[in-house]
Every structure is written in C-alpha cells, then in structure tokens.
Nanobody, 125 residues
Framework: QVQLVESGGGLVQAGGSLRLSCAAS????????MGWFRQAPGKEREFVAA????????DYADSVKGRFTISRVNAKNTVYLQMNSLKPEDTAVYYC??????????????????WGQGTQVTVSS
C-alpha cells in the first residue's frame, strides 16, 4: 500500500509560479510510475504530467507543455510539479497518483492505483 500527501498549493497571480510536492510512504518508489492530475469544479479529472520510476520518461498534457516540469527524487520518496507562467485556467485541485508499472506511464486516471487527497491551486487574473 502507498500513501501520498500533496503540499505546496495556494493562491497565486497569473504569471506566477508554484511548486507542488507529493511525499510517498508505505513502499519504495522502485517501479512506481507517478502522475499529476487536476480537477476543476464541474469538470473531469485531467491528466497533467507523469514520470516513470527511473526518470527516463516524462509526459505532459499539451496545455502545460513548456510551463510545467515533473521531477522526482527517489531517495526522498517525493515527486514534484514545478508550475511556471500560471494561468487562471490552471485553477484546480491537483492530485498526485502512483501506479506499479513499467514503461511509459499511462495518462488515464483510472489506471492509477493510489491517490493523494489533493491540494488546491488558485490562479487569479
């Protein structure tokens, strides 16, 4: 079993930056793909970014490419999402997720096994 706890959300003006963190416990990061998803009120949960356990593969939603960067430090059991040039449409609850899998991480939220409680990101215009 894996427990995930997000932190780093908050209120920021458009054009600003935030760094989200997701700390994992319960098992090693080895062979765990990690992903970030977000969900705004009235909308479906949306893929944001993912990274495989060896950090050799990263994927991003088109809407965040060039602005967001996913990374992980396995020795700390932590995955990060650096968010730059934030826009009001980035406002959402951001969730980290984990999946015990190899290869390219999936983008479908239903394929992830473990989820954090989420952290609110609000971007004002």
């Amino acid at each position: 079993q894996v427990q995930l706890v997000e932190s780093g959300g908050g209120l920021v003006q458009a054009g600003g930056s935030l760094r989200l963190s997701c700390a994992a416990s319960g098992r090693t990061f080895n062979n765990l793909a990690m992903g970030w998803f977000r969900q705004a009120p009235g909308k479906e949960r949306e893929f944001v970014a993912a990274i495989n356990w060896s950090r050799s593969i990263t994927d991003y939603a088109d809407s965040v490419k060039g602005r967001f960067t996913i990374s992980r430090v396995n020795a700390k059991n932590t995955v990060y999402l650096q968010m730059n040039s934030l826009k009001p449409e980035d406002t959402a609850v951001y969730y980290c997720a984990a999946r015990a899998s190899l290869g390219r991480p999936p983008t479908a939220h239903g394929l992830y096994d473990y989820w954090g409680q989420g952290t609110q990101v609000t971007v004002s215009s």
